[in-house]
């Protein structure tokens, strides 16, 4: 039985990291990607279909939770874990990214966050105290701090005090947090595309000697390029021997090049959203299967694959489902696309550990390159 948190560096392939958490609930393979379960549910996927391709760890988000069904109602009936069937590692965002981007008529104070809900207009309010109780009402394992992510672009003062606000805000869920040896608070790294900012916030954040460490303000619309100067920039700055998480990020291409720069853990709507929208993710690229080119091919997406959606169904038959908005069609498309997002994850980790990194890197995109034969 695994008490406490811990996190052990395997290997590293010049800034690429190899890596472990353990956890009670389960060990977490680094890199990861964490599909994202929203409201409890990754959508369109049964939880032993999210296992059965490889996922270690789950994200959930405290603001869909707390609205609906309610943090306190997920508690009576057992917590996350229990409520949707999923025992092992669940990660939750701390709804200051969401409020930000979802709600109405909300309003930021030093000492938090008030607004109307998207669904009812009904009024919260959310302070780093209550993320981090409601957090802990869901049972999340991993927990993050509540901060306040500047959508870019944006002018330097804006963006120092909201990295500045944020700061004290980690402090606040420190303390709120307080000592949970089975579990994790990660404090999140601000500081949008200015460098010094970013530095002062990992240095910060460093200093407060948390579990791990997010980087958050990122792909919220700028430019691949700045995200990976980003990058380069705030690891550096951030203990060696605690993970790193790259918050909703992101296409294969920016997993692939941000773990080149240290990232050790991914979350991002794409495969599921993706799936939902008729779009495959295959080893030659994206496919989009509204297309009227696919009407005939009775190939699969990909015959070599073990995810039963990839090998057993034609991309004639998908097509069929995708413009008839059968429901078949997300559900085939979002298991094959996490199954690819999976694999992708194992030969990032199988190639750190050969000590190949850069060159398997290059032989993916190479596949990405070559289109759909
Ligand atoms: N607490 C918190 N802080 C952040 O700075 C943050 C920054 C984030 N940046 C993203 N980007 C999501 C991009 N996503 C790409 C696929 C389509 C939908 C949007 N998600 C984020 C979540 C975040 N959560």
Not at 152 to 164: C, S, T
Not at 240 to 248: I, S
Not at 268 to 294: D, E
């Amino acid at each position: 039985m695994i008490e406490n948190f811990s996190f052990s560096l395997l290997a590293t392939d010049g800034k690429a990291r190899r890596g472990e958490i353990s956890m009670p609930r389960g060990r977490i393979r680094t890199p990861a990607f964490m599909p994202v379960g929203t409201g409890g549910t990754v959508k369109a996927m049964y939880m032993d279909q999210v296992r059965g391709v490889g996922a270690d760890i789950i994200l959930g988000n405290t603001y869909h939770l707390m609205l609906r069904p309610g943090a306190e109602r997920v508690a009576r009936l057992g917590g996350l874990h229990e409520f949707a069937r999923w025992p092992h590692p669940i990660l939750t965002d701390s709804g200051g990214f969401q409020v930000m981007s979802l709600s109405k008529l909300r309003k930021l104070t030093e000492h938090g966050v008030t607004f109307r809900s998207h669904i009812d207009g009904s009024p919260y309010e959310m302070s780093p105290e209550r993320s981090i109780e409601i957090q802990g009402l869901l049972h999340s394992d991993i927990q993050m701090q509540l901060d306040e992510c500047t959508a870019l672009p944006a002018d330097a003062k804006e963006i120092e005090r909201a990295m500045e606000l944020s700061l004290r805000w980690a402090e606040r869920c420190k303390t709120a947090f307080g000592d949970q040896p089975g579990k994790a608070m990660f404090g999140i790294v601000q500081g949008g595309d200015i460098a010094p900012l970013r530095v002062r916030s990992a240095q910060a954040l460093s200093a407060m000697d948390l579990k791990g460490y997010a980087i958050g303000g990122l792909a919220v619309g700028e430019p691949q390029a700045v995200m990976l100067d980003m990058l380069d920039i705030t690891c550096p700055e951030l203990p060696t021997q605690k993970p790193r998480y790259l918050m909703g990020v992101g296409t294969p291409d920016d997993i692939l090049k941000s773990v080149a720069r240290g990232i050790d853990m991914f979350d991002c709507v794409m495969p599921t959203r993706a799936g939902r929208h008729g779009l495959a993710y295959t080893r030659r690229g994206k496919i989009n299967l509204r297309n009227a080119r696919h009407a005939d091919d009775p190939r699969p997406l990909d015959e070599e694959s073990d995810c039963p959606a990839a090998r057993d169904y034609s991309r004639a038959y998908l097509h069929h489902l995708v413009r008839s908005q059968e429901a078949l069609g997300a559900m085939l498309l979002t298991w094959n696309n996490l199954s690819y997002y999976q694999k992708l994850m194992q030969h990032i980790r199988d190639a750190i550990e050969a000590g190949q990194f850069d060159a398997r890197a290059a032989v993916i995109t190479e596949g990405w390159a070559r289109g759909d034969l």
